[in-house]
């Protein structure tokens, strides 16, 4: 059993930044792959970006891409997203998700969510 934890959420001006984290409960997360995935209102929940559990492997949505970038810290089991050049339409709750594949896009556990909202 993982639990997460995410944090980092807040309101910020298009064109800004936040760095989004999330805290994993289990000794053994460091051997999960680690997910970002967003739910804007009135839409369906989308990948954003996955880390394998080293660290070595990363993959972004075509939409982030450039702008976003998934970290760990498995010391502090601890995954990050810094998300850069920030538009109104990332505006959404953003999960953090753990599985042991890095391959999957439906992970086996999930956090509540933190709300990020970009003004424009």
């Known amino acids: 059993q993982v639990q997460l934890v995410e944090s980092g959420g807040g309101l910020v001006q298009a064109g800004g930044s936040l760095k989004l984290s999330c805290a994993a409960s289990s000794r053994t997360a460091s051997a999960y792959a680690m997910d970002w995935f967003r739910q804007a209102p009135g839409k369906e929940r989308e990948f954003v970006a996955v880390?394998?559990?080293?660290?070595?492997?990363?993959y972004y949505a075509d939409s982030v891409k450039g702008r976003f970038t998934i970290s760990r810290d498995n010391a502090k089991n601890t995954v990050y997203l810094q998300m850069n050049s920030l538009k109104p339409e990332d505006t959404a709750v953003y999960y953090c998700?753990?599985?042991?594949?890095?391959?999957?896009?439906?992970?086996?556990?999930w956090g509540q969510g933190t709300q990020v909202t970009v003004s424009s």
């Open positions: 880390i394998n559990w080293s660290g070595s492997r990363r």
């Open positions: 998700a753990a599985d042991t594949s890095e391959y999957t896009r439906s992970p086996r556990y």
